[in-house]
């Protein structure tokens, strides 16, 4: 186990955590003292299926170094699922302290043939998969917090480039991943007076959902999860109780802060001529910071 721990005797949750991304977070928030619960319904990279082995096998690799875990297989789109996920965390380790949301599942598609199931489960897994196991966890600390109990805990979302920068044929996941950042910064503003934070990271890694991007050789040892695990580590910690409301952009390649949406040139003396209204918007398209595009960042 690793000197100068973290996060000793946090209660974690991370969804997703049986495999790629979500593992590492798992093992290495084990390794920095947490107590972990790892959630995974062992489903297919599209969602199908599931399957109970990839989350207790990560539970076991974290009792044979010697770290607390528990194995928990709910759907993270349900909120059901995602009350037996929090109560499972309570009853096994005494509290909650942070919910790692990391499930998802991809099914690309361009927009002109997208199917609307394929539409429907991206979306579901990935935006109400954030919302449901915030929205159990949320009530938990607000009531702590009407208790007079201290609360320092932490909400830890997961975005995405295609969510922020946009990526061809994937109009249901860049659709659910944008909506997670802006979930996350309201979440922040919302819960930050019951001491709890809400951040999201945009993870660049290699996993059975990113394996076939196509990266060349040279770059294939920067991406791999490990190098996003120490934000999420750091991110679950006491240490990070300043930090509130802000995407993190995090992999091998680059770490930094993903700055949003912000009101760019603009007047406040708008025309009602439709062709008035065109000249400015053009000058003010002229005058604004270019956007970040994927080509940019790959």
């Known amino acids: 186990m690793t000197q100068n721990r973290l996060c000793e005797g946090r209660v974690c949750i991370v969804t997703g955590a049986g495999r790629g991304i979500g593992r590492e977070y798992a093992l290495l928030l084990a390794q920095h003292g947490a107590r972990v619960v790892v959630n995974d319904l062992g489903a297919a ?27 928990n297989t709910s759907d993270v789109s349900s909120l059901e699922g995602a009350q037996a996920m929090v109560q499972q965390a309570i009853d096994s380790f005494g509290g909650l302290d942070v919910i790692v949301n990391n499930a998802g599942i991809l099914r690309d598609r361009m927009l002109f043939s ?30 702590r917090a ?5 609360n320092d ?49 945009a993870p ?11 990266l060349p050789e040279e770059m294939l040892n920067r991406f791999g999860p490990e190098w996003v ?12 109780n300043d930090v509130n409301g802000e995407v993190i952009e995090s992999s091998g390649m680059v770490l930094g802060i993903a700055e949003g949406w912000r009101r760019g040139p603009s007047t406040d003396n708008p025309p009602q001529d439709p062709l008035e209204v065109a000249k400015l918007v053009r000058g003010f398209i002229a005058q604004a910071t270019p956007r970040t595009t994927m080509a940019d960042i790959s």
């Open 45 to 71: 990279r599209d969602g199908e299926g599931g399957d109970q082995g990839p989350a207790q096998n990560v539970v076991n690799e974290i009792k044979a170094m010697g770290g607390e875990a528990v194995a």
């Open 114 to 143: 997208m199917a609307e199931n394929e539409w429907d489960a991206v979306i579901k897994v990935h935006l109400k998969g954030t919302w449901a196991p915030s929205r159990v966890a949320a009530e938990y600390w607000r009531n």
């Open 146 to 150: 009407k208790e007079g109990l201290v």
């Open 153 to 201: 805990a932490r909400i830890i979302n997961t975005t995405s480039v295609a969510g922020l920068y946009a990526n061809m044929g994937q109009t249901n996941y860049g659709a659910a991943k944008a909506g997670i950042a802006a979930f996350t910064q309201i979440a922040a503003q919302e819960l930050g007076r019951y001491g709890v934070t809400a951040n999201a990271i």
């Open 204 to 214: 660049g890694a290699l996993t059975r959902l990113t394996e076939d991007l196509g």
């Open 229 to 240: 695990a120490p934000v999420v580590v750091w991110l679950a910690s006491t240490d990070s």
